[in-house]
């Protein structure tokens, strides 16, 4: 497949999903991605750079908290400003929130439990980078793996993202109804994943790398590897 997208996914101590990641751009984008170790200081060949899932540097003060202060944050903050392309995934996710690159912050699960199951969400927009190929809200099944996912802003934080249109994704039930109790972790407005005011950086929790081809139960992620070629590619 010809396509020019030149992409990058960090590694921390801890990191456990990057090579899913790895694995999905190919098997989806024909993309071979390269690794990029947390101290490395320059991203500049890449136009897209993924936060995987993990548990950097072990999460034992607060997700993602150390991460933040990688040398390769410095990096991936510089970029993000500039309009390069970051998806965040359930840890890369946090790790964005903490730098500050995407508002709020993900709270411990409500109930105080590790979740590990499969998730129904629903598309918000279809007309981001992250989201074109799927269809206005369309209803995807994904899992989450995680005990950090419980989104949480202020009142006036969370109406500037539902009037500036940066809810990406909410949890929902299998018909797409969206109810509190279809939130796995108590997030706030069932919120699953949002996207910066710029629309060039996405944070999600569950993890669209690991349904991304029918050998690993469904293909409701590869939309998300899919829409980011579409812009991407030349």
């Not at 072990?58 to 903050?77: C, H, K, Q």
């Not at 709270?107 to 799927?134: A, H, P």
Request: aromatic content about 8%.
């Amino acid at each position: 497949m010809k396509n020019g997208m030149k992409a990058g996914i960090v590694v921390f101590p801890g990191s456990n999903c990057d090579r899913d990641c790895y694995r999905a751009l190919k098997a989806v984008t024909g993309v071979e991605a390269r690794f990029v170790w947390h101290r490395e200081s320059s991203l500049e060949d890449f136009d897209l750079i993924i936060l995987p899932g993990g548990f950097s540097f072990g999460d034992y003060l607060r997700t993602g908290a150390i991460a933040r202060f990688s040398p390769v944050m410095n990096e991936v903050i510089r970029l993000g400003k500039r309009g390069v392309r970051l998806l965040g995934i359930c840890n890369g996710f946090q790790i964005l929130a903490e730098a500050g690159l995407l508002p709020g912050a993900l709270l411990r699960n409500q109930g105080l439990l590790f979740i590990c199951k499969d998730i129904y969400m629903k598309v918000e927009r279809s007309n981001t980078d992250f989201t074109n190929k799927y269809e206005q809200g369309q209803v995807l099944r994904m899992p989450v793996i995680h005990g950090e996912g419980n989104y949480t802003i202020d009142e006036a934080g969370y109406h500037e993202l539902v009037d500036g249109e940066q809810v990406i994704f909410r949890y929902c039930a299998s018909d797409g109804s969206v109810n509190p109790s279809d939130a796995p972790n108590g997030a706030m407005g069932n919120i699953a994943g949002i996207i910066n005011r710029e629309g060039n950086i996405l944070g999600l929790m569950p993890h669209p790398e690991k349904v991304s081809e029918p050998i690993m139960g469904g293909e409701d992620g590869a939309g998300v590897f899919r829409s980011l070629l579409s812009v991407l590619s030349v």
